[in-house]
């Protein structure tokens, strides 16, 4: 259960793109289509923003979107906001009813 | 709405043992699986346990099987973990998760720090 691969910042101005990528294996990521995502800003519990690789909860601004290709999954943000600022994690189904987060990625809004 | 509430932690000694809670409301609570999900100090998650909905299977990471029991009182809409042996690792806070759907976790709780000091 080794944790997914992310980088451990990114940052991008007001209104711009961002892409957050989550690397595992054929173990997890690749093996699953159960790539979900979390955004937790500083000092808080975190959020669910993506699951099952691409789809997006209600009340998730459609400015947040996801993918998936073999063993790496990736986060985009566009048209960054200044509440966007949070850290992002990516987790991924391990099997056998066990679960791996990524190390999280610091998103700075400049 | 959805709410999850976490308590039981503290400052415990090295080697003793606590028990977290997590009590639910706004949901129908023996429908769902819930989760235990930690953070160490400026860390990232990790995934600790699950049990299902009406708690017959229990599920674990390998850094805590052995040492850490999940359970539920559906009577009593709580989640429970049991931490035994504590080290300094198991310093972080724990987080209640509700599992979703498929594999992931859809609603939170604020968290309950736990600190392994002597």
């Known amino acids: 259960q080794s944790a997914l691969t992310q980088p451990r910042s990114v940052s991008g101005s007001p209104g711009q793109s961002v892409t957050i990528s989550c690397t595992g294996s054929s173990s997890d990521v690749g093996g699953y289509h159960y790539v979900s995502w979390y955004q937790q800003p500083p000092g808080k519990a975190p959020k669910l923003m993506i699951y099952d690789v691409s789809q997006r909860p209600s009340g998730v601004p459609d400015r947040f979107s996801a993918s998936k290709s073999g063993n790496t999954a990736s986060l985009t943000i566009s048209g960054l906001q200044a509440e966007d600022e949070a850290d992002y994690y990516c987790c991924s189904y391990a099997g056998s009813y066990t679960f791996v987060f990524g190390g999280g990625t610091k998103l700075t809004v400049l | 709405q959805v709410q999850l509430v976490e308590s039981g932690g503290g400052v415990v000694q090295p080697g003793r043992s606590l028990r977290l809670s997590c009590a639910a409301s706004g949901f129908t609570f023996n429908y769902y699986a819930i989760n235990w999900v930690r953070q160490a100090p400026g860390k990232g998650l990790e995934w600790v346990a699950q049990?299902?909905?009406?708690?017959?299977?229990?599920f674990y990471a390998d850094s805590v099987k052995g040492r850490f029991t999940i359970s539920r009182d559906n009577s009593k809409n709580t989640l429970y973990l049991q931490i035994n042996t504590l080290s300094d690792e198991d310093t972080a806070v724990y987080y209640c998760?509700?599992?979703?759907?498929?594999?992931?976790?859809?609603?939170w709780g604020q968290g309950t720090l736990v600190t392994v000091s002597s």
């Open positions: 049990t299902s909905n009406d708690g017959s299977n229990k």
């Open positions: 998760a509700r599992a979703g759907a498929s594999p992931y976790f859809d609603s």
